[in-house]
């Protein structure tokens, strides 16, 4: 079983945003480069170069499909349909660019380069691979009953968060951690609890594919990329951006 299985295992504002760039700057070219910001962890020391480009070319096969532009086609989350139909064409033909991985050391480089339409997809999937094989490589060396233990840590841990939440009923959430995940398998399972255990509290998340599986409502408007490639475009001065 491959970690990503399809487009929409992504943030929903890589949508709205690719929605946006599609329209207005489909040619600009782009590099998405991965920085590991935590410079104690080596991710080579517990990801083999092999698994990650095992996961990286799965990901450039898969193809959204009708049940996936179905769902794409009928949201209209701010009360008039998001999406028309010559973006959902480009999704439905959509090739990612090809990526770069280089073993440099005990680290990786990483990069994806093309056009922003289509390499805007490629960044919230490869975190979500990286993370994944970074914890498979934390759990190799554990006994079946340890690793148990670990999934049972993380269900009281989910316990108390809930009840805590719970206590206070003005409190609402949402889920971004579709990149930041232990693992594919877990995420659905926190998504499912926290749907059923916190009715009116749990607004959301913003990972499309979840939130199509669940009814739940896609989350996610904007990120900070827009705004940082977009400052790239409009000029070299704060004159030219203003």
């Keep these: 079983m491959f970690i990503i299985e399809s487009i929409l295992d992504n943030d929903f ?13 489909p040619d600009v070219n782009v ?12 991710l080579a020391k517990y990801i083999r170069e092999e698994d990650l480009r095992r996961e990286l070319d799965h990901v450039c096969e ?12 009928g949201t209209n989350e701010y009360g008039e ?10 999704l439905k033909n959509l090739c990612l ?4 991985l280089e073993r440099q050391g005990l680290d990786y480089k990483l990069e994806f380069s093309g056009r922003w339409s289509s390499a805007i997809y490629w960044e919230t999937m490869a975190l979500a691979i990286i993370s994944e094989l970074y914890s498979r490589g934390l759990m190799q060396n554990k006994s079946m009953f340890e690793q148990d233990c670990v999934y049972a840590k993380g269900k009281i841990n989910l316990a ?11 409190i609402t959430i949402t889920d971004f951690g579709t990149r930041r995940r232990f693992n594919r398998q877990w995420h659905d399972y926190l998504i499912r609890v926290l749907k059923d255990e916190l009715p009116g509290q749990f607004l959301g998340t913003s990972n499309t594919y979840l939130a199509m599986k669940y009814g739940l409502l896609p989350m996610g408007t904007s990120a900070h990329e827009l705004f940082m490639v977009m400052a790239c475009i409009m000029g070299d001065s704060d004159e030219d951006i203003r």
């Excluded at 349909?81 to 480009?90: A, I, N, T, V």
């Excluded at 660019?97 to 770069?100: A, D, I, K, L, Q």
């Design 62 to 73: 898969i193809r959204i499909n009708n049940t996936e532009l179905h769902y794409l086609r």
């Design 81 to 90: 349909r998001m999406f028309g139909e010559d973006y959902l064409e480009f």
């Design 160 to 170: 108390k968060k809930i009840k805590a939440i719970k206590s206070e009923n003005n």
């Design 31 to 42: 590099t998405y480069t991965l920085t590991n910001r935590a410079e104690t962890i080596h």
């Design 97 to 100: 660019p090809e990526y770069n």
């Design 13 to 25: 504002y890589k949508f709205t945003m690719g929605n946006l760039i599609f329209k207005h700057y």
